[in-house]
């Protein structure tokens, strides 16, 4: 699992934007998305430097937690 802090997620719209960016890079990622913590978790094969690019080319440039 990665854990990831999102500054810029706010809303519900955000949290399918990142979705959409983190399905991009694996479509059979499992996120868990906290908009309070500004905190995603993801159940992912995928490599976290791929997911941290993804996420800044949608906007929301993204740190491990």
């Known amino acids: ?3 990831l802090t999102i500054p810029k ?3 519900e ?3 399918a934007s ?4 983190i399905h991009s890079v694996d479509a059979t990622a499992a996120i868990k998305t906290n908009i309070e913590a ?3 978790e993801v159940t992912t094969d995928a490599d976290r430097q791929a997911l941290l ?3 800044d080319a949608a906007g929301y440039p993204a740190e491990a937690a």
């Not at 990142?18 to 960016?21: G, H, L, Q, R, S």
């Open 13 to 15: 719209g955000c949290v």
């Open 18 to 21: 990142v979705e959409k960016a």
């Open 53 to 55: 690019a993804a996420l």
């Open 1 to 3: 699992m990665i854990t």
């Open 9 to 11: 997620i706010r809303c």
């Open 38 to 40: 500004r905190r995603v």
